[in-house]
């Protein structure tokens, strides 16, 4: 089993920028991506970014490209999003994820997941 935590959500004026983190414990031994989604109310959940084991590929939904940054730190099993020149879109609550088959852009292929890290951003 793995563990994932986020953190650094909150609330930030349009413009502004956040950072979030993903501490991941247990059974991390393994090779896996790692990757990002966002919900927010009334929508599905929506791929955001993911980073491979490596950190060496990454990819981004068009929506968020040019704004946020995914790195991951192997030594700390943790994943970061930074991310900039926030938008009131932007308010979701964000899940960060694990996958063992690869770099994906679809819940369904992820097998561990975060409680999720509230996300306000306001005009």
């Known amino acids: 089993q793995v563990q994932l935590v986020e953190s650094g959500g909150g609330l930030v004026e349009a413009g502004g920028s956040l950072k979030l983190s993903c501490a991941a414990s247990?059974?991390?031994?393994?090779?896996?991506?790692r990757g990002w989604f966002r919900q927010a109310p009334g929508k599905e959940r929506e791929f955001v970014a993911v980073?491979?084991?490596?950190?060496?590929?990454?990819s981004y939904a068009d929506s968020v490209k040019g704004r946020f940054t995914i790195s991951r730190d192997n030594a700390k099993n943790t994943v970061y999003l930074q991310m900039n020149s926030l938008i009131p879109e932007d308010t979701a609550v964000y899940y960060c994820?694990?996958?063992?088959?690869?770099?994906?852009?679809?819940?369904?292929?992820?097998?561990?997941w975060g409680q999720g890290t509230q996300v306000t951003v306001s005009a």
């Open positions: 994820a694990l996958s063992r088959r690869g770099l994906n852009t679809t819940p369904r292929e992820y097998d561990y």
């Open positions: 247990g059974r991390t031994a393994s090779p896996y991506a």
């Open positions: 980073v491979s084991w490596s950190g060496g590929t990454r």
